[in-house]
């Protein structure tokens, strides 16, 4: 099973960016979707973007409106989400997972954590206003 550690958190002004990165060990992430998510203080984690293991079909939050996006790194082993034009209401504990899902037509739906994932310590991404 692949060990996914998240990193690439940090204080940015609203409209700034940041890119996260996920990179897993233990195993290649050329055999898992795989997909982000966030906790915000008081609320339940919530996806915010997966990426299927080999076709490439993506899905997205709706409240993102285009301001995110994720891409696979095969050869280095890891998954990137590069934000844009970030708001106070992204901020939050970002962590990615092995998701499952279906991935058609460069879409990624139904995307949900495997069963066997574990939760990493999330990297922090705090927007001030």
């Known amino acids: 099973q692949v060990q996914l550690v998240e990193s690439g958190g940090g204080l940015v002004p609203a409209g700034g960016s940041l890119r996260l990165s996920c990179v897993g060990s233990?195993?290649?992430?050329?055999?898992?979707?795989v997909g982000w998510f966030r906790q915000a203080p008081g609320k339940a984690r919530e996806v915010v973007s997966c990426?299927?293991?080999?076709?490439?079909?993506?899905s997205y939050a709706d409240s993102l409106q285009g301001r995110f996006t994720i891409y696979k790194e095969n050869t280095q082993n890891m998954v990137s989400l590069q934000m844009n034009d970030l708001k106070p209401e992204d901020t939050a504990i970002y962590y990615c997972a092995t998701v499952a899902g279906t991935s058609s037509g460069g879409n990624f739906y139904l995307c949900q954590p495997r069963r066997d994932n574990s939760w990493g310590q999330g990297t922090q991404v705090t927007v001030s206003s």
């Open positions: 233990g195993d290649t992430l050329e055999d898992y979707a």
């Open positions: 990426i299927s293991r080999t076709d490439g079909g993506r």
